[in-house]
């Protein structure tokens, strides 16, 4: 496997990994609370570290990927109650729905999936070691963990315990020893769902799930913890405080990674501002696979402008349209380079052009340096480019080393694509489905660019070359671009805007 070296935000660097058992990485990811549609923010996480994730395992990794579902939780309960549904019912509604949305952007499922509600007995069992060792303690039913009794409180985020109390919007409970103490065991309220526990009915705080996951199914120590930015504080602080307080200094996780921000012209995503986009929603406009190209074409550190306008009472995903017709320029050089290689089969074994030999490499170098996926997809682009050239024109080219290089092209290019989760399709269903949508968007009339087509055709059986012209301008006025393939004519909606 090849070594590489990730930005850990606890260190504050990029640092070399080290696996806890070579060859191995374990990998924890916090993952959604089920309660409403997922939205583009929930899918730009999953799509980074999704991307993280086949990273590493295209760099020879073996990966094992634990991303959790919050079933039970303040919010659950709330919108069930709202909307008058059972609530285990409502979560895993949307926790289906969650995973069908993530499949729209090539997110795959994770090796192990856990749920809140499946991991009481390991809460419990976590919460009763904090009492025992003095960090947490019992008032009428509710568990708290005392912060002050953790002295690295604070480490991931940066902050002292006391700035951390005076920026942070804490609830006045007078049952707190402190105002950052936070739940590890809520009592149950009347008609709420509750577990059985040493302190009575009741369910877990949100944050000792993931305590209770990660050992339960990576070990008290292992290798990456994984979440949004905004996760940092409280959340994450608080999984180092409860593990650690119950498996000691040293424990939990050895890397953190933490994914930058989208933001909507400077704002962050809020309902109030109206720029919430549901997974389905994005997907029917552009398609899922553009989603996760835009994630790709940008770190996954960075915070990233997405350029979204309503335009005629329409949403119009200007981001997504651009990293699409970026796919769409891929998907057509994949589908130039079989319709190339079809004809005669295998391109057999032999050399190749060598500038056709430097884009795996290319890729895995740039993985190995805090997962570069958007240099991974210039790489590409350069690659794309000379299959382009190649296709062509072959001049000055052997003929068998220009189908072996275009072949090996090919075949790198869906390979490096896999890597960071796109070019998984057929080019032909790609370029179809492409069209249809943006047939739909552009109102283009279907029958009548067919009935040009069959006038070109016969235009040009006749040796009308210049009726033949005179329609292809037409179609172009019509923003539909022809293109002539080894299997006759086809066409396509111009990109050009
Ligand atoms: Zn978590």
Redesign the pocket.
């Known amino acids: 496997m090849t070594p590489f070296r990730l930005y850990d935000s606890m260190r504050r660097q990029k640092v070399a990994f080290e696996p806890l058992v070579p060859g191995k990485v374990g990998m924890y990811v ?1 993952g959604p609370t089920t309660y409403a549609p997922a939205h583009i923010g929930h899918a730009y996480s999953a799509i980074a570290f999704d991307t993280v994730r086949k990273a590493l395992t295209f760099l020879g990794w073996d990966v094992t990927y634990v991303r ?1 579902v919050t079933d039970i939780d303040d919010k659950i309960i709330k919108r069930a109650h709202e909307t008058d549904q059972d609530p285990f019912a409502m979560s895993a509604h949307f926790a289906a729905e969650y995973n069908r949305d993530m499949a729209l952007f090539n997110v795959s499922a994770p090796t192990i999936e856990p749920k809140v509600t499946t991991h009481i007995p390991q809460v419990i069992a976590i919460v009763e070691r904090l009492i025992a060792n003095g960090h947490a303690y019992a008032v009428d039913g509710d568990v708290y963990y005392e912060v002050r009794k953790f002295g690295p409180y604070g480490k991931l985020s940066g902050q002292t315990l006391d700035q951390l109390e005076d920026g942070a919007r804490i609830e006045v409970d007078h049952r707190k020893r402190a105002p950052a103490d936070f739940a590890l065991w809520k009592s149950a309220k009347p008609g709420e769902p509750s577990w059985d526990s040493p302190w009575g009915k009741g369910r877990p705080g949100w ?1 000792i ?2 305590s209770a996951m990660t050992v339960t199914h990576l070990g008290a120590t292992f290798d990456l913890h994984a ?1 949004g930015k905004d ?1 940092i504080f409280p ?2 602080e608080n ?1 180092i405080a409860q593990s650690q307080g119950a498996d000691g200094e040293g424990t939990f996780a050895r890397y953190w990674l933490h994914n930058g921000f989208l933001n909507f012209a400077g704002e962050k995503m809020s309902k109030s501002l109206g720029n919430v986009f549901n997974c389905d929603q994005i997907a029917a406009a552009v398609g899922g696979e553009a989603l996760r190209m835009f994630c790709v074409e940008h770190h996954y550190r960075s915070p990233v402008d997405f350029d979204v306008q309503v335009v005629d009472g329409v949403a119009r995903f200007f981001s997504l349209e651009s990293s699409d017709r970026s796919l769409s320029g891929f998907y057509t050089t994949l589908q130039r380079i079989d319709q190339f290689i079809a004809p005669g089969g295998d391109a057999g074994d032999g050399a190749v052009l060598p500038e056709a030999e430097s884009l795996v490499p290319a890729a895995k170098a740039a993985l190995a340096e805090d997962f570069n996926a958007p240099e991974v997809v210039a790489a590409m682009h350069g690659a794309a480019r000379l299959a382009n050239k190649l296709l062509d024109e072959g001049k000055g080219v052997d003929k068998q080393v220009r189908r072996r290089t275009l072949a090996r092209l090919g075949r790198d290019l869906r390979t490096v694509g896999g890597a960071i989760g796109v070019l998984t399709q057929d080019p032909g269903a790609y370029l179809r489905e492409r069209r249809e949508r943006l047939v739909k968007a552009k109102k283009i009339d279907v029958a009548a660019v067919e009935q040009k087509l069959a006038e070109r055709k016969a235009a040009r059986a006749e040796k009308n070359f210049q009726r033949a012209d005179e329609i292809r301008r037409e179609l172009t006025a019509m923003g539909v671009e022809l293109l002539d393939t080894p299997t006759g004519t086809d066409w396509r909606i111009a990109d050009a805007d």
Request: with cysteine; hydrophobic share 10%; charged share 20%.
């Open positions: 916090c959790n944050h799930e993931c979440g996760l959340h994450h999984e």
